[in-house]
């Protein structure tokens, strides 16, 4: 009897040690593909407790995360002929566990790759200006490469995109010159504009002016007030404003005088005309 009891529990303790065996966990993030005598299920686990068959089964996890890659640094010429020094950032993740982990060897890796050779490809089919300001097309065209090769491994590429580009030094001082005249000419005419409006609100203002004298005096007024705000000048006027326009009145009443009176004297006076004479015969 005690032999007896003693088998169970010596097939109890192996039958629990074999389910241990065969018992794994797989991770929220993960997803399990089995294999079974090195054939590969269909499907593959789901996040929890799993069971495989001792000796014949062996999993592989795969991680479904969102992946970032940064892309090395590549180097190539644009289509303008400008050597340039790119490098990016892909993100992606693996949307069939089963392909991923069957029909690429490192699928990390071979993204990585497929990266830096279509960057290159991107910096000879574009130009510096493209690459520099026009980015948002470059992205869609490097996520459309990459993509290509990766949906055939059930990897989904996310999104790709260009961090930095690095240009010569020449170049950048070439650019930072350009910018700088531009600056310049801009300027200029902003000037140039503000003086020219200035110049048509002047001339009306002279012209306002100049059809009401009242608004030349109260204007001049201004200007005294104006300069004596400061408190560190001295302004003398020798002569009242009313005295100088009787002045300008009376000059004026003057030369219109001596106008008239040279007038008549310029005009030409009437010839005499001369007499007929008589005849012998009327004689």
Do not use: C
Not at 58 to 66: E, G, T, Y
Not at 179 to 191: G, H, K, L, M, S
């Amino acid at each position: 009897m005690e032999g007896t009891v003693v088998a169970v529990v010596i097939v109890l303790v192996a039958l629990l040690l074999v389910l241990k065996s065969g018992m794994r966990v797989v991770n929220q993030v993960e997803r399990g593909v089995v294999f079974r005598w090195g054939k590969a299920l269909p499907g593959h686990r789901q996040p929890g407790i799993t069971f495989l068959i001792p000796f014949a089964d062996r999993m592989r996890k795969v991680n479904v995360q969102i992946v970032t890659m940064p892309v090395p640094t590549q180097e190539g010429i644009t289509k303008d002929n400008v050597s340039v020094k790119v490098d990016a950032v892909v993100y992606f993740r693996v949307t069939d566990p089963a392909r991923a982990a069957i029909e690429v060897q490192d699928y990390v890796f071979a993204v990585g790759q497929v990266a830096q050779s279509s960057l290159r490809s991107i910096i000879g089919k574009s130009d510096l200006d493209d690459l520099l300001s026009d980015r948002e097309r470059l992205h869609e065209g490097l996520a459309l490469m990459i993509d290509s090769p990766a949906a055939g491994w059930g990897i989904h590429i996310d999104r790709v995109e260009i961090k930095d580009v690095q240009l010569p030094e020449s170049l950048k001082r070439s650019m930072s010159r350009q910018a700088e005249a531009e600056r310049e000419r801009r300027a200029r005419v902003i000037t140039a504009d503000g003086e020219f409006q200035a110049a048509q609100q002047l001339a009306n203002a002279s012209r306002i002016m100049s059809d009401t004298p009242e608004a030349m005096q109260l204007r001049l007024l201004q200007t005294v007030v104006e300069v004596a705000a400061e408190k560190n000048s001295t302004l003398v006027m020798p002569f009242p404003v009313e005295l100088l326009r009787y002045f300008d009145k009376a000059t004026q009443k003057m030369d219109a005088d001596i106008t008239a009176r040279q007038v008549p004297a310029q005009q030409p006076q009437p010839q005499p005309q001369p007499q007929p004479q008589p005849d012998a015969e009327q004689r």
